[in-house]
DNA sequence: TCTGGGGTCCTAGGACCC
DNA sequence: TCTGGGGTCCTAGGACCC
């Protein structure tokens, strides 16, 4: 059998490239990407933190995840733009139809990142980064923007490959590679390390992706449990994980939002609680599913966060039932302390044409599904604010609440 | 002064059943 | 009245990814 070939193919600094495109093809004649610039959420709203920066920003140490004020504060002169989701989902439909052409075998990992698998047609080594440097040209031409492409036999490596020197670049990491390009690393640069198990291993001595390769793995299991295991593999170049070109199984659906102000009473609460009910239920009937389990998150003004769910005996998509459920896990958890983000997620996901119901029910059931099917509808195709509750006329409280754009493709921590 | 949103998986503890 | 384990389900919280 032939040796895998797996390209992982990562956007450059995807949202601001995006946005720096599109106002290029719009008659602007500054590149964002050549000037400190960043996309960034709405400090009024709340929302203000670094999603993608440029690479001159970067060089003066604007990080993603950072507050806007704090990357302010650093570099008074840098250009800030709000996120336009709509627009990713664009680039990055444009991005996995260009890929298609060269193998069926693409599966989007995130918005910016897919893998592609080139196993079976005989291309070596040498060839796949011919074929990789010509597929970035490709996009860098037609589509405007760049990427890295990493190159190896599985998804890890691959994608290990694509995070070294950026932007605009090919690399390998075959297992022959790793002592020289990936045991050297620190071993918070490893997939699937983050703050927590990094500093866990510092604790234990452990501070290259070598030296994590190199430990008993026995020894690792102790001190992590079933991730232990995971974490040996990882830095061991060890991954099966197949490239999946349909999107898996949807496990849950939730959405959340950071609130414009404090939320101090149950009344406000309630409206929040079922604007995100809307976004979740339609979500679940576009998908044609059911759920059994509802959980409410919640946030404080002090950034503590917890959560309450429940399993509830006969699954459901249907928005009232949601909400009347998200409204009661609300009331169990809540001790009256200001909030500054709600959310309402589903869990236990079913077959949506399955239905479990006794006759008296069935009336009742009918009425609701038609009402919501017809909500569906009518917002589908004259846009969702075609219908509106009456409970969020002058409220303040967006009719239909939920983060991004509907389509927007999320991805999961697993390969 | 400020800190997003959407996912998946794992673990621990308690309830409950046999 | 007091004593086991094993298995499964449910829930809360925390880890990770982008």
């Known amino acids: 059998m032939d040796k895998r070939i797996i390209f992982h193919i990562d956007c450059n600094s995807a949202f601001l490239s995006w946005e720096a495109v599109h106002r290029l093809q719009h008659g602007h004649s500054l590149d964002l990407r ?21 690479i001159p920003a970067k060089k003066l140490g604007i990080r993603t995840g950072q507050t806007v004020f704090e990357a302010l504060s650093k570099c008074p002169e840098l250009i800030l733009v709000p996120p336009d989701y709509a627009l990713y989902v ?40 011919d074929l990789a440097m010509r597929i970035k040209q490709r996009v860098k031409e037609e589509l405007g923007f760049t990427v890295n492409i990493g190159i190896s036999i599985n998804k890890l490596l691959a994608k290990m490959a694509s995070e070294f020197e950026k932007p605009d670049k090919v690399h390998t990491l075959f297992p022959e590679e790793m002592p020289e390009k990936m045991w050297p ?29 190199k430990t008993d793995k026995e020894l690792l299991k102790v001190y992590f449990k079933s991730y232990g295991n995971v974490l040996w593999e990882y830095a061991n170049g060890i991954d099966y994980s197949e490239v999946r070109p349909d999107r898996r199984d949807i496990k849950g659906i939730g959405n ?18 079922l604007s995100l009910s809307e976004m979740v239920g339609m979500r679940l009937r576009m998908e044609n599913v059911k759920a059994q389990v509802i959980c409410v998150h919640l946030r404080n003004s002090l950034f503590h966060s917890w959560s309450h769910q429940h399993k509830i005996p006969i699954p459901t998509n249907a928005t009232n039932d949601i909400y009347q459920e998200a409204c009661r896990l609300f009331l169990e958890m809540w001790n009256g302390q200001p909030l500054r983000a709600l959310g309402v997620r589903t869990d236990c996901l079913s077959d949506g044409n ?18 919501d099917k017809s909500v569906d509808y009518i917002r589908t195709r ?27 493709p999320m991805m999961s921590s697993l390969l």
């Open 90 to 129: 664009q680039c990055s439909n444009a991005l996995i139809t260009l890929l298609k052409e060269y193998s069926p075998l693409v599966e989007r990992y995130s918005v910016d990142e897919c893998f592609m698998d080139l196993s079976g047609y005989g291309i070596d080594g040498d060839e796949s980064v």
């Open 185 to 213: 690393l620190p071993v918070c640069e490893m997939f699937m390390v983050g703050v927590r198990t990094c500093l866990k291993l510092y604790k234990y001595g452990i501070i290259t992706i070598g030296q994590l390769a």
């Open 256 to 273: 959340s939002t950071t609130t414009s102000f404090d939320v101090t009473d149950y009344e406000t609460a309630k409206l929040f609680l």
């Open 34 to 54: 050549t000037v400190p610039s960043a996309v960034g959420g709405s400090v009024k709203q709340r929302r203000g933190i670094i999603l993608a920066r440029s």
């Open 354 to 371: 399955f239905t479990q119901l006794s006759i008296t029910d069935q009336n009742k059931f009918d009425k609701i599904s038609e009402l």
């Open 382 to 408: 004259y846009g969702n604010d075609a219908v509106k509750r009456g409970v969020f006329l002058h409220s303040g409280v967006a009719h239909i609440n939920g983060g991004v754009h509907d389509d927007y």
